[in-house]
Nanobody, 120 residues
Framework: VQLQASGGGLVQAGGSLRLSCAAS????????MGWFRQVPGKEREFVAV????????SYADSVKGRFTISRDNVKNTVHLQMNSLKPEDTAVYFC??????????????WGQGTQVTVSS
């Protein structure tokens, strides 16, 4: 599975961005899809995940109520709508895929990352 993330950019605090991740080379609806982010010098951290069917999602506490993950299993894409952005949301954002419905499955596939910068 190949993943291509896009949609990052520079935005002022309080603004919004919508990230997209396009998948190819696999059966998209076999995979849970996640978003992670990383700041230089820090560990990559979980942001959000959506189940293979789109029926379940979960979020990091730091983004809950501000970010929304969604997917389109026809267009093989997953989105992360980010509202009320804060400077601490500045990071490189990665999309990732793991087998759906498999307990303990790891994220085997990663996109290349897209930079999000939030100015104060």
């Amino acid at each position: 599975v190949q993943l291509q993330a896009s949609g990052g950019g520079l935005v002022q605090a309080g603004g919004s961005l919508r990230l997209s991740c396009a998948a190819s080379g696999g059966t998209f609806n076999n995979y849970d899809m996640g978003w992670f982010r990383q700041v230089p010098g820090k560990e990559r951290e979980f942001v959000a995940v959506i189940s293979w069917s789109g029926g379940r999602s979960s979020y990091a506490d730091s983004v809950k109520g501000r970010f929304t993950i969604s997917r389109d299993n026809v267009k093989n894409t997953v989105h992360l709508q980010m509202n009320s952005l804060k400077p601490e949301d500045t990071a490189v954002y990665f999309c990732a895929a793991r087998p759906g419905g498999v307990l303990g499955a790891k994220y085997d596939y990663w996109g290349q990352g897209t930079q999000v910068t939030v100015s104060s």
